[in-house]
């Protein structure tokens, strides 16, 4: 399990605009890279970033390469009702977490 | 033995000048300013320092002040020293350069000319770079990242908090001054902390996830304050977004804190003077010529210590004492009209995790692509492994590496 963080407010009202902050701690081994002993390392990298709000798609980023090490992703979200937020990183080797997190709209 | 060549070598000549009374102005009284100052005055220059406070107060060693373990007075370095050599002092502030006229303008209004300017501007903090953190803020969450009032403020903060209190030092990311100087002040903090308020704790916010002896610092923390220093690095949330000083409050990307105690170290630019010169680019840093010293943007400037972009070298009190008696050969060298010598230059600069703990980095510079790069193999760090005798040694030694580098600066 990688260590995770985020950031949202833990109630919002309806209409409001809310930003949502998300943290993975991940090395993001490009694949180009020379080890200790000259063999490139095996590539290993997230490769998708996924928000559900009650099942519903509310934002999704695909990561490259280039992405740098521990990946922060910042968005924003019209709070309309309240619901459950799950966040879900999924990459190289059969990696996969989900966190969640509980929004009351008011 | 290569060390002492090294620096010897900077010292050398003493030329015939093809002018003849060049005049020198030098802007700055600090490490960069009055090295630079002494070595153009020994080679035979009129030189005049511009800087309005009689006394320099040194930020090397200002950490065991705010620790309580170091007398302030132990930091005041007067530039009279410079006055009885020779060198011509103006009590006053610069407050524009006219590059195409050669020209410094003062406080008061008077103007010097000058054939070569050589500026030592230093750091100035920004206030304009966290939200919630300027001047004011600065009286109650003080940075102590200039030494002097802000230093004691911090000092007599921790004396009055009551013990129990959570103290919070709040890192930059780079470029800063003295990149191992805030991880030094929190093992000092720490010490503080645990000889004299134990049931305190202390949190250190980092805006970056990797920092100078970053190794030697963990190791030496895990040994001396377990329990007490909790390091929060960028990736786990360390960076600060915002503060409320009246509150006391703290918020980072992830989370905020209440201090009792908060020591913001904001982000910094070179010293105001160096934008007035127009010497500084868009990063608010002056870039320079590596081998010259001389401004990549104004002809007749040249720029030293922690205002310059130098590529691998620190901004620290050695690397401008280095590179000001580097810059005053390049000047010596352009005054008779020749190309100044490629030089190496050396860094060294100790911390102390404890009175009797401490650890060492140093590192050999030479131009390369247009900035200072690091010469391989050359320099290092203090081990990983070593015995309690030789951090005891080493936190000597950096007792012995201020004397020398204040005397070689101030006389």
Known sequence: ?106 | MKRRALLAATLLAAPALAQASPKLVVIGGGFGGATAARALHRAGLAVTLVEPAAEYIACPFSNAVIAGLRDMDSQRFGLDGLRREGIALARQAATAVDAAARRVTLADGTALAYDRLVMAPGIDLRFDALPGYDAAAAETMPHAWKAGAQTLLLRRQLEAMEDGGLVVVAVPANPYRCPPGPYERASLIAHYLKTRKPRSKLLVLDAKDVFSKQKLFEQGWAALYPGLLEYVPLSGGGKLTEVDAKAGVLVTEFGEHRAAVANVIPPQRAGRIAEAAGVTDRSGWCPVDPVSFESRLQPGIHLIGDAIIAGAMPKSAFAANAQARVCAEAVLALLRGEAPATPKLINTCYSLLAPDYGISVAGVYQPADGLLTDVPGAGGTSPLEAPASQRRAEAGYAEDWFRTVTADAFG
């Open chain 1, 1 to 106: 399990m990688a260590r995770v963080l985020i950031n949202l407010p833990r109630s919002a009202k309806r209409g409001e605009l809310i930003e949502i902050r998300t943290l993975i701690q991940h090395g993001m081994e490009t694949g180009y890279r020379p080890g200790p002993n000259g063999v490139t390392q095996q590539r290993d990298i997230i490769r998708s970033f996924t928000c559900l709000f009650d099942n519903e798609e509310v934002f999704h980023a695909e990561l490259y390469q280039a992405i740098a090490a521990n990946p922060f992703i910042t968005f924003s979200m019209l709070a309309t009702a309240s619901g459950i937020l799950a966040f879900t990183w999924t990459g190289d080797n059969g990696f996969a977490q989900t966190e969640t997190r509980a929004l009351t709209v008011t």
